[in-house]
């Protein structure tokens, strides 16, 4: 299964989401990859700490790979670091995914992450996508390469105006370049269900038969602690309400 997590907006939890669900995975035995593509690599700095800036071969040499003639190019695996947490691989994220995008564009590189992870299908059983806050060419290129999208929604009006326009890009890629796509449903995030306006929005968008999933996040400061410590809830809290929240979420995606 290839899961990306996108939306267009940022600070909706992209991030913290897509590790805490690829680290899930992992605990469950599960070999899992992250892949990082968001210049900013919070993905990368949340699950490999301060190891993260010293990677070498990240997503950006990955890409940049595509561009050159030689012959005798490194496969996919040599850009996969091993994280601290058993069964779970990431695939770093580095500033120069923004300098290289131009040229990828140009090149028309948008098939290339597909290719690489049809190399690594036999390798792992769950590949998590963090996407750029944008769509650009990563986010092309992740969603012409995974079976599945997952969108976060933080609970207020400007976020639920962009959900459409969001969908509708999703189902252009989908009809154009990925038969097997599909948007697996919205994840609400920073829930808070004693205040009436999240309420009111989850159920409106409810009614108007947007894919709203059962499993909602809640906001919590203990997550802010997790990404200080480099630690996706289910290794830093167990018990926490917030960790069996993507518990859950996790579990009612995978069945």
Do not use: W
């Not at 500033?95 to 290719?115: A, C, D, Q, V």
């Not at 499993?215 to 919590?220: A, F, G, V």
Request: aromatic share 8%.
């Amino acid at each position: 299964m290839k899961r990306v997590v996108f939306n267009q907006k940022g600070g909706v939890g992209k991030s913290t989401i897509a590790c805490n669900l690829a680290a899930i995975s992992a605990s469950r035995g599960l070999r899992t990859l992250l892949i990082d593509l968001d210049p900013q690599g919070n993905s990368s700095h949340y699950l490999l700490g301060d190891a993260a800036d010293a990677v070498e071969q990240t997503s950006a040499e990955l890409f940049e790979q595509t561009l050159t003639l030689r012959f005798e190019h490194l496969p996919v695996t040599g850009y996969l670091q091993d994280s601290p947490f058993p069964h779970l691989a990431v695939m770093a994220s580095s500033p120069r995914l923004e300098e290289l995008m131009g040229k990828l564009e140009s090149r028309y590189k948008i098939f290339k992450l597909r290719e690489a992870l049809e190399e690594l299908s036999a390798d792992f059983d769950f590949v998590y996508i963090d996407t750029p806050p944008a769509l650009n060419f990563y986010t092309r290129s992740a969603l012409i390469a995974a079976d599945s999208c997952l969108i976060p929604f933080d609970c207020d009006d400007f976020s639920r105006r962009a959900l459409y326009s969001l969908l509708e890009n999703v189902e252009e890629i989908r009809s154009d370049h990925n038969d097997n796509l599909h948007v697996e449903g919205i994840v609400v995030n920073q829930f808070q269900p004693r205040a009436s306006l999240p309420q009111r929005i989850v159920q409106e968008l409810k009614d108007e038969g947007l894919p709203i999933l059962d499993s909602y996040l809640s906001s919590s400061v203990r997550i802010r602690e997790s990404h200080q410590q480099s630690k996706p809830m289910i290794h830093l809290d167990p018990r926490h309400k917030l960790t069996q929240e993507y518990v859950a979420l996790h579990d009612s995606l995978n069945g």
